[in-house]
């Protein structure tokens, strides 16, 4: 805390890197939390495991001031990198980055990295989530053969820019083609979820999607009426592997590498990374087990060289973020 | 803009969903009911229900069958409602704030044997839908009552059956008595305390076997707070069927219907605005029962620990 | 009172926290279970919350809002009620005080400060004020009420701070984190320690236990709302308005709860975003249940509480393990402390004779008569 | 009789603890005792509740049992129950050591309670009652309807009126204790104690229950009476044991003592028994006048039907009657705590039915409930604290806000010693004392703020003779200093010694308002039952509703 000292120069020694995480649901809710966990342990091997990169984590920090806590104390504790992995830990980042200059912290879901208020020490980065939600949508306009698709939101206004994507997806496809949104008013309820996902599917869909923690009971549900669920954040093709015919991954490790080399290289923030499939950061996988026509893959590669191209633009409003933590 | 919600599949539809998302709450809350009408009143039954959608989960990946599963859910909702009446009935605690313990417990131990045992979400195999021939085939009512898996039965006959426990035999002769005078039914003999363990294994073997309906029934996964504090709301729809099965029947009906409702108004595109929709359920339970309430006595013992007058 | 009395009060003071030691010896299990070091784990956990300046200031500033939400339990635990919507009492007050405090940030910070404390209280007060005013007149029951009412605040919550009150700037600069904008500075509590998040919202916390104190033993307020809550029948026979004072008992309670979200948002946040309280409900009714329902028990109870969650997260931090572990900590402690409390009754009880002056200190159930504020009751059955 | 016994007999395979062995009430010998206790000795925080008691009772027989409010009588009896566990001492049955543990115990050895508060569950019928705790025949099912018919056939033998299938909450006061003794019938008991059985009853149910106890005591059952009244306790016993703060005065037979000897062993010293008032005053003005009110009661029925009544100051006015017939609604509609749903109520003229309770008492009424425990006190308040329940709010106790803790100390003091309220302290709980001297609490508190108009219900039931002495004694005193009083009792000896009117009351009319010096307990009766005299019945018929009686 503030009466410890400020932490060691970043990555100076010739010891591991050490990385701290502090993230607001659990390293398993195959969603937000889960696709950082995930790329951190992905670049941790890369790198040569433990005696290269240390990972400490917290978990479950939906209290800001617990997270906030967190923070402070990895930065005092002398790690290299600070990720504060939610939205709302926005203040206490910027509050605590401006005690321990010395330390990087990369926060998201953001591009605000403080530069205009003179902090230099943090990265932002976030999701463009809207690129897979339209190849998504495109996918499921594909796979669709009653034209009518469902999609599961949390609370209304998030996860807006995946939601909205996908819409534009499948709106670009098949004009005619009907999405119906429906949110749970909740970011944690399954069973709400599970029941949507009926509801949806006796309304006629017979592709789904959505987003958040929650989706694990949907997912169940899809399973067991076969109907196609088009994931997105984490790999959820465990859940359902039978119906889960793509899944939008957020891939961070590109993203927690370049930051480890720019700290080493004395360069503590400043930068603002976003997902996309152009670097490498979302990255559509499609199930392996499952047969899908390849005039849909084809359908979905070609959306994604379009993206990549800039030959559609999947973002419909002037919006460049999205929160779906 | 809402003739949609009024074509006959629909509301067939709407029925539908209603009957099967009251499944926990009805469960849950029969279970409670138990223990209220005994003077125990027990605030941790989504930590039990966690504990027991959890156990079937496990018992059912590792390869088990599924009625395993739900045995195994039983046996540690007794164990949990055990604790609870360790606690409230022996220990003579306060039942709110106990209630509260036992809830933390259980959400803890069961995310950390989660973390241990099992490590991501997975999912499993549950029970099936399983529509009951003939039943099955009425139009209309037989999709809405008779197309469900059979842990959506199971709540269902679980009405009766709690009714018939509570009126019509000895025990709820007891529990009954213990809940309202437990002095009186101590100097007849009753053991009050052996009542309220009686009740407080049969809540929690129900409160488990509500949460075995998620994770093996309804949802077939198991995450971390999966009930999302569907346990909370089991207890007030207790309070709103005035400790009575078939106001609890009623009570978790009308919120399920609610809830259905606006997923079906979602869904449909109906344009009410979801954050409205949202907050409907809880508001017209407690619209419902404000206009509806009627003056039930309640376990006059409720949440009152019982010790001989020394 | 004699040496060998306050010794006996003295021991009763420490049953709990010799029960919350029990429990963690018992939560060694859960720790073996993990293949943890118990010893490296606890041994972060007394540090992290207690072992420096840090430790110590994040408890403090835990402590706040459990004692402003444990003084609200108190309210409602003496008045007869249970209060289990904390939560949502909590997130109403949290965006009442910053509507207010954004809305009229033109105001002197010396006039919008004191406004912006009061709208979290008004609009707590309001929220807990509908379930008692529902008790009190329809006889709707609170805890289905209050229950409701939390999940209601959050949908509430989720709403504004995506639409109405989602910050100005985050829309113009297209990010849409949901949040509120930020409180003029001038009126955020000062930091007592700089560097920490610990702000004088503990001092008014603090005060207003002294206050909750007062009320309840030094004003007839107080005396009426204790006296419906211990027997409505004679209350109602002594011409005390019961159904009002059952009302103003659940939103007093409110009231402290939704001050305890201002007082998050003026001193720890300053806005309001998601997950501003997070439990702070629950929590506090166990650390008013530690300080024995008073409200000057509730102080050292509230930091002892806060100590513990505090020490928790150092916990998982230090010998990270999953966050779980805390909570199910936390029930056993829980567990625990409300089981030791027979002990401290029955040594109450064997102490009656001795000093005749058994302190006025009522567990819920064992002494409250049966409560018939419902209008007219009638029976059925 | 005897068939009615051995029909009981046959109608236990109910299952139950069926008293087995020879002690069954039918082979009884006479005079031998039942059940014997040697050197009881129990403690209670600060108070030695008995204090090496010895006592017995024979088959047969009827032995009371005396004492003050406090002096150990219930607790010696719950001892025998099994409820409390003696630290010294011995219980024998037929001659043998037994060790009873828990009420089953007892039951087991043949021993039946009649709680002082009844123990029922009133949300449940009377035949839940009586099966309660019993092995039915087809467990784990009920067997309600074989449970119902031996309760017809025991009320039959012993003169017990009770519908089975009413939910006990619908019942009077006197059908509840013939539940409970049926409970201890259907149970075998071959012996049965009555925790002040009578304080409750009104007299046509006291006699009820007098001849039914005669029955028992002829079929050899053995029965204990614990009351307040002498009168009753000479007339039906065999024995007498007074008890005085936990210790054995001594045990005598009934034919040597009188009313006088029998007060001086249990308060011991003379009590003045007969209470003579002072020559009636000058009736002064009308302080309370009830004109043709009407009220519901709690299920919405009717209760008061138009009464009118008018109480002058420096009187006391009875009311009579028996329990149920609007008594309860009477109190509550003058002291604000029932609407009325038509009529008028006026103190000093003014009429203050929109008054609310608070406002009343400062208007100078003051009320003495009923059920005292329930509704007259906050048990776990101080006592300091209960002194001022209705004027906390006042300039004496406080400045609006705060309390004026010093103030109300010593005005406890004050009282406690005016009123002689045995505590330890003004900060002890309400809860510790005795129900003498809770009363004697609410009575300070009450006729301390003189007030104009006092009614008081029931204030002596269950009151020890020392204790209703005194209430007596300051009822009188505050009436001479011009005190308006309404006294509601269904004891006819207390309205007869104390009021100087009495009016009757019998389904919510009054059907009759008689001076003191020309009525009797007969006439009283006659008409608490309902039974007009003739004038006033044509006068009923024609007019619908009931004269006002000024
Ligand atoms: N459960 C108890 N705990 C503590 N003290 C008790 C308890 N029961 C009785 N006492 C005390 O023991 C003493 C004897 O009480 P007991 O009930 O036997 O009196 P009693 O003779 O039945 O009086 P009453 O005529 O008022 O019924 C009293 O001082 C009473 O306060
Ligand atoms: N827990 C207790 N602690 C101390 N004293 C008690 C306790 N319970 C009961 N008593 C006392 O025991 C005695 C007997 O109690 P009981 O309930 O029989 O009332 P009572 O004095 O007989 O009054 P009444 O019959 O008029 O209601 C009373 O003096 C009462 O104050
Ligand atoms: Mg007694
Ligand atoms: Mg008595």
């Not at chain 2, 998302?21 to 039954?45: D, H, I």
């Not at chain 3, 805390?326 to 402390?337: E, K, P, R, S, T």
């Not at chain 4, 007969?522 to 619908?544: F, N, R, T, Y």
Request: include cysteine; proline fraction near 3%; hydrophobic fraction near 45%.
């Amino acid at each position: 805390g503030g009466s410890e000292e400020d932490g060691e120069a970043a990555g100076a020694e010739g010891g591991a890197f050490r990385v701290a995480i502090v993230m607001p649901s659990s390293t398993t809710d195959i969603a937000w939390s889960q696709s950082m966990f995930d790329s951190l342990v992905a670049v941790q091997t890369e790198m040569g495991g433990e005696d290269a990169m240390k990972i400490a984590f917290s978990e479950g920090m939906f209290r800001v001031t617990d997270a906030s806590a967190a923070i402070r104390d990895y930065a005092a504790e002398g790690f290299d990198l600070v990720i504060a992995h939610g939205a709302q830990y926005g203040n206490s980042v910027f509050e605590v980055a401006n005690d321990f200059t010395d330390t990087s912290f990369a926060w998201g879901t953001s591009s605000d990295t403080g530069a205009d208020r003179g902090i230099e020490n943090v990265f932002a980065y976030g999701a463009v989530a809207n690129e897979g939600g339209y190849v998504n949508g495109v996918v499921a306009a594909m796979l669709s053969e009653n034209d009518v698709i469902g999609v599961i939101g949390p609370v209304a206004g998030d996860a807006k820019l995946y939601i909205d994507g996908f819409v534009r997806g499948v709106t670009d496809v098949k004009p005619d083609a009907q999405v119906n949104v429906s949110y749970t008013g909740s970011f944690s309820d399954t069973t709400l979820a599970a029941e949507a996902a009926h509801v949806h599917i006796q309304a006629g869909a017979d592709v789904l999607t959505g987003s958040a923690q929650q989706v694990v009971g949907a997912i169940g549900v899809a399973n067991e009426n076969g109907v196609a669920w088009l994931g997105t954040q984490s790999d959820q093709i465990s859940l359902g592997p039978d119906v889960v015919v793509t899944n939008q991954i957020y891939n961070w490790a590109n993203v927690v590498t370049d930051m480890i080399a720019k700290i080493e290289a004395g360069e503590l923030g400043g930068t603002a990374y976003k997902l996309t499939f152009d670097n490498d950061g979302l990255r559509l996988e499609f199930n392996e087990n499952i047969e899908i026509d390849d005039e849909v893959k084809e359908a979905a590669r070609a959306a994604i060289e379009d993206i990549k191209s800039g030959v559609v633009d999947p973002v419909l409003l002037e919006e460049d973020d999205d929160n779906d933590d | 803009m809402f003739d949609e919600l009024f074509t006959i599949t629909t509301l067939i539809g709407i029925l539908h969903s209603c009957v099967r998302l009251a499944t926990p709450y009805l469960l849950a809350s029969l279970g409670e009911t138990f223990g209220q009408r005994s003077g125990v009143l027990n605030l941790g039954v989504d930590g039990i229900m966690l504990m027991g959608a959890f156990f079937a989960f496990y018992v059912v990946f590792e390869g088990h069958n599924l009625w395993v599963g739900v045995l195994a859910a039983i046996a540690v909702g007794i164990l949990m409602g055990l604790l609870k009446a360790f606690v409230s009935v022996t220990m003579q605690s306060l039942q709110g704030i106990s209630g509260i313990g036992l809830y933390l417990f259980g959400l803890g131990l069961s995310s950390l044997l989660f973390k241990t045992l099992i490590g991501s979400v997975e999912g499993v195999s549950g029970f099936r839908q399983l529509p009951i021939p003939l039943l099955a085939d009425i139009p209309g009512i037989g999709h809405i009552l008779f197309n469900h898996n059979i842990l959506v039965y199971l709540a269902y006959l679980m009405v009766p059956v709690s009714w018939f426990v509570i009126n019509r035999t000895t025990l709820g002769l007891k529990i009954r008595a213990v809940g309202h005078n437990p002095e009186a039914a101590d100097t007849l003999g009753v053991s009050v305390n052996g009542v309220r363990y009686t009740t407080m294994m049969i809540g929690g073997a129900l409160a488990a076997v509500a949460g075995a309906s998620l994770s093996i029934g309804l949802q077939n996964v198991f995450q971390e707070n999966m009930t999302n504090g569907l346990g909370f709301i089991a207890v007030a729809l207790v309070y709103f069927g005035s400790w009575r099965t078939a106001g609890v029947l009623g009570g978790s009906l009308l919120f399920s219907l609610v809830n259905a409702l606006q997923l079906w108004v979602q869904a449909l595109a109906i344009p009410v605005p979801s954050e409205i929709a949202v907050m409907m359920p809880y508001i017209m339970t407690i619209v419902v029962l404000a206009f509806t309430a009627r003056q039930i006595q309640k376990p006059a013992a409720l949440a009152r620990s019982y010790e001989r007058g020394e | 009172m004699n040496t060998r009395l306050y010794l006996a009060k003295l021991i009763d003071v420490l049953l709990p926290v010799l029960a919350m030691l029990i429990a963690l010896v018992v939560g060694v299990l859960l720790l073996l279970l993990l293949g943890t070091d118990p010893f490296e784990a606890y041994s972060a956990l007394i540090r992290g919350a207690l072992g420096n300046v840090s430790g110590i200031t994040q408890t403090l500033t835990k402590a706040t809002p459990l004692l402003l939400v444990g003084l609200g339990i108190c309210i409602a635990f003496r008045g007869g009620v249970i209060n289990i919507g904390g939560e949502g009492q909590i997130v109403v007050g949290a965006l009442a005080a910053t509507a207010f405090g954004v809305g009229f940030s033109s105001l002197p910070a010396l006039i919008l400060l004191p406004m912006t404390l009061v709208s979290g209280a008004v609009a707590g007060l309001i929220w807990g004020g509908i379930p008692g005013l529902l008790k009190a007149r329809l006889g709707v029951n609170e805890i289905l009420t209050t229950v409701m009412m939390n999940q209601i605040a959050l949908r509430l919550m989720n709403f504004l701070l995506r639409g109405p009150m989602l910050d100005p700037e985050h829309v113009a600069a297209g990010t849409s984190i949901p949040q509120s904008a930020a409180l003029p500075e001038s009126i955020w509590l000062p930091r007592l320690v700089p560097r920490t998040l610990f702000h004088s919202g503990a001092i008014l916390a603090v005060l207003l236990a002294l206050a909750v104190y007062f009320l309840l033993w030094r004003t007839t307020i107080g005396y009426r709302i204790r006296a419906v809550g211990l027997n409505p029948n004679a209350s109602k026979y002594a011409g005390i308005p019961v159904s009002k004072y059952v009302t103003l008992s659940l939103a007093l309670s409110g009231m402290l709860c939704g001050l305890a979200g201002a007082v998050e948002v003026l001193g720890v946040h300053h806005r309001m975003l998601e997950g501003l309280s997070g439990g702070y409900g629950f929590s506090g009714i166990v650390a008013a249940l530690f300080g024995k329902l008073h409200p000057l028990g509730a102080i050292p109870a509230s930091a002892l509480f806060g100590a513990l969650l505090v020490g928790a997260d150092k916990m998982q931090r230090a010998v990270q393990v999953p966050s779980a572990l805390a909570i199910a900590l936390q029930g056993l402690v829980v567990l625990f402390v409300v089981s030791s409390d027979l002990y401290v009754r029955r040594r109450s009880r064997r102490r009656v004779g001795d000093d005749g002056s058994d302190e006025p200190l009522v567990a819920e159930g064992e002494t409250r008569e049966e409560s018939v504020v419902e209008p007219e009751e009638s029976k059925e059955e | 009789m005897l068939t009615g016994q051995r029909r009981i007999e046959d109608q236990f395979v109910y299952g139950i603890s069926r008293p087995t062995g020879g002690h069954r009430a039918v082979n009884f010998r006479l005079n031998a005792p039942y059940v014997q206790m040697y050197g009881i000795v129990k403690r209670f925080p600060g108070v030695m509740a008995c204090d090496h008691v010895d006592f017995d009772v024979r088959r047969g027989e009827l032995h009371a049992l005396l004492g003050e409010n406090g002096a150990g009588k219930s607790t010696l009896m719950r001892i025998l129950y099994g409820l409390y566990q003696p630290e010294e001492g011995r219980i024998l049955r037929d001659g043998a050591e037994v060790t009873i543990h828990s009420p089953t115990d007892a039951i087991r050895q043949g021993i039946g309670m009649i709680h002082q508060h009844f123990m029922l569950v009133d949300t449940l019928t009377v035949t839940e009652n009586v099966a309660l705790g019993l092995k039915s025949s087809r467990e784990p099912l009920l067997d309600l309807d074989r449970v119902e018919a031996g309760i017809r056939e025991l009320s039959e033998a012993y003169g017990l009126q009770i519908d089975p299938r009413a939910p006990v909450w619908t019942l009077s006061v006197g059908e509840r204790q013939r539940v409970e003794i049926m409970k201890a019938l259907y149970r075998g008991a071959a012996m049965l104690i009555l925790d002040e059985p009578t304080a409750v009853l009104t007299p046509q149910e006291v006699d009820e229950l007098f001849v039914t106890l005669g029955y028992m005591k002829e079929n050899g059952y053995s029965l204990v009476l614990i009351s307040h009244k002498l009168q009753e306790v000479l007339a039906i016993s065999d024995r007498i044991t007074v008890l005085r703060a936990g210790r054995l005065v001594g045990t005598v037979p009934t034919e040597d003592m009188t009313r006088q000897a029998l007060a001086r062993m249990m308060v011991g010293r003379d009590v003045m028994l007969e209470r003579t008032r002072e020559e009636d005053l000058d009736a002064g003005e009308v302080r309370l006048r009830l004109e043709d009110v009407k009220a519901l009661d709690v299920t919405g029925q009717p209760a008061l039907r138009g009464v009118s009544l008018s109480v002058q100051a420096g009187e006391i006015l009875g009311i009579a009657g028996i329990s149920g017939n609007g008594q309860r609604e009477l109190a509550e509609v003058i002291a604000g705590l029932r609407p009325i749903s038509g009529g008028n109520v006026e103190i000093d003229g003014i009429p203050i039915t929109d008054w609310s309770t608070a406002r009343r008492t400062e208007g100078g009424l003051a009320y003495i409930p009923e059920e005292r425990m329930h509704d007259g006190v906050v048990r776990d308040f101080a006592v300091s604290e209960n002194l001022v329940l209705q004027e906390h709010t006042s300039d004496k106790f406080s400045n609006g806000i705060f309390l004026a803790f010093d103030y109300i100390a010593r005005y406890s003091r004050q009282m406690i010693q005016d009123f002689y309220i045995k505590t330890p302290d003004i900060r002890t709980m309400t809860r510790n004392l005795s129900g003498g001297n809770i009363q004697r609490l609410i009575l300070a508190r009450e006729l301390s703020r003189r007030p104009k108009v006092l009614v008081a219900a029931q204030p002596t039931r269950g009151i020890d003779i020392g204790a209703i002495e005194y209430i007596y004694q300051q009822l009188l005193e505050q009436r001479d200093k011009g005190m308006a009083t309404l006294l509601i009792s269904e004891d006819l000896d207390e309205l007869l010694a104390l009021c100087d009117r009495i009016a009757v009351i019998y389904e919510g009319l009054i059907m009759d308002v008689l001076d003191r010096d020309s009525t009797s307990a007969q006439e009283l009766g006659l008409l608490m039952a309902g039974v007009h005299s003739e004038k006033q019945g044509a006068q009923l018929e024609e007019q619908g509703a009931q004269p006002d009686i000024q």
